[in-house]
């Protein structure tokens, strides 16, 4: 019997197979949605291999399939061995070592076109030799042929920071030291970086949740 890993006052979301797999299972949130065109299951499955493409570390999909007695689509696939981002940096000696890991797999991501809409610490996962990062929960994704622009890049930032636990984070490892390691990275110049660091610097020390 399955394991239920997460679900919601609309169902079952999460699932974990007895072989180790793990099910996501997609409704449509809304009757006028953008998954009208293409379901966020279809977009998971699509970005997943997209991914790989470019080298990035991500889950590997069995299979994507529609459950017409529930009207869901499932998508099975192998499970990132490791735990989260945000489970980590709660409790590692290793703390500075893994955001610096981090900003690297995020300057790759947006220098490669990739805008990965769910970014922040609970949607990485820490590999067990703690030398590499992976990305799960996909979905909601946009990937370009070409960098993303700085516009992009400010409004990813935003996703980064929603969170309170990972604003603690990002303040405890340093806005500035951030933003510097990031667009060293990137190459970004100094008027652009500027602005990115006024809107880490407004996220992180303001008030959201």
Known sequence: MSEVLEQDGHGLKVL????GLIVKIFRQKRFIS?????SYAVRFVENARKLESLGFNTVEV?????????????????????????AILQKTEHYEDLITLFIELLARLHEQGVLFRSCHFNNFIVADSMDSLGLIDISDMKI?????????RKRNFKHLARYRVDQESIKQFG????????????AI?????????DVLNQLVCGSLE
């Open 16 to 19: 974990k197979t007895p072989e």
């Open 34 to 38: 953008s998954a009208l065109f293409k």
């Open 62 to 86: 069995v299979g994507l399939y529609y459950c017409q007695s529930i009207k869901r689509s499932l998508v099975f696939y192998h499970p990132l061995q490791g735990e989260t981002l945000r």
């Open 144 to 152: 370009w042929p070409k960098r993303l622009s700085y516009a992009q």
């Open 175 to 186: 806005v500035n030291r951030f933003i510097e390691d990031y667009s060293r990275l990137c």
């Open 189 to 197: 110049p100094e008027s652009h970086k500027k602005q990115f660091l």
